[in-house]
């Protein structure tokens, strides 16, 4: 097991929708960093008790504390509710990380506009609601505090039969940048990850399946999909000090897919 720094140790953090892939990774790096870790989720408190247990056995300070907090982030009273259990718990917050997201593919034309409102719900609208809270609780008690949000590549590249996940990452985009202006005078940083393909769970529909996933990994320029353990690196970047004059920015973590992958032969240019 890598050997880290203990750059959080100390601190607070609270991790939404992490009881499974990138949430759960980033869970498990904060807690090797040395922070105390609340892991909501919305469903499946079984789930959620495993990868406490696998947080609590990680190496560390004996005096670490690992905590599950349920709620459904799109829902403003049970995130009110998870906040004040963390704090609770706690005492303070002092990393919130917005990583709770949904999608469904579904063509445009016909999709339900509850899909629709479910999806924008989760993504934006509780990515919002749990950095109001948390900014709520930094200004309250005047100290610092760290918001990361978990948006993804399709903040800026188009993902047809995905149109609300797509719209939801790209407002997140512009809510990192308005909050990270509006309050970066007052020591919060807010930022965000952009994730590419990455092995988890919710890409279950090309991780298993050769043909599915060659065709993915033709796409991206490093030739392969990322790991959660990968991006839950930039996550602690970002929460820690190291970070400490980088506010606003997206840092996407996606093996190059960013970078107009089809131009990697000059087909445009002539010579």
Not at 8 to 24: D, H, Q, V, W, Y
Not at 134 to 152: D, E, K, M, T, W
Not at 174 to 203: F, H, S, W
Request: aromatic share 8%; glycine share 10%.
């Amino acid at each position: 097991m890598a050997d880290f720094a203990g750059r959080l140790k100390g601190k607070n953090a609270l991790i939404t929708g992490a009881s499974s892939g990138i949430g759960e990774a980033v869970a498990m790096r904060f807690a090797q960093e040395g922070a105390n870790v609340a892991i909501n989720y919305n469903s499946g408190a079984d789930r959620a008790e495993e990868v406490k247990k696998r947080v609590e056995r990680l190496p560390g300070t004996p005096d670490r504390k690992t905590i599950t907090v349920q709620a459904d982030v799109a829902d403003e009273a049970q995130v009110k509710r998870m906040f004040e259990t963390v704090l609770h718990e706690f005492g303070t917050v002092d990393i919130l990380v917005n990583n709770s997201g949904i999608q469904k593919a579904v063509p445009s034309h016909e999709l339900e506009m509850a899909d629709f409102d479910r999806i924008i719900g989760v993504n934006l609208r509780g990515a919002f609601l749990c950095a109001r809270e948390a900014i709520r609780h930094f200004l309250s008690r005047g100290a610092p505090g760290v918001i990361i949000n978990n948006s993804s590549v399709h903040e800026i590249i188009p993902k047809p039969k995905y149109v609300p996940y797509s719209i939801s990452k790209g407002g997140l985009e512009n809510m990192t940048k308005t909050l990270a202006l509006e309050y970066a005078d007052r020591g919060i940083r807010v930022n965000a990850v952009g994730p590419g393909a990455i092995v988890t769970p919710i890409n279950n529909a090309w991780i298993d399946k050769p043909k599915e996933r060659a065709e993915v990994e033709s796409h991206i320029p490093m030739g392969r999909a990322g790991t959660s353990e990968e991006i839950a690196a930039v996550f602690a970047f970002l929460a820690s000090n190291d970070s400490s004059y980088i506010t606003g920015q997206t840092i996407f973590a996606c093996g190059g897919l960013t970078l107009y992958p089809e131009f990697r032969v000059a087909w445009s240019s002539g010579e």
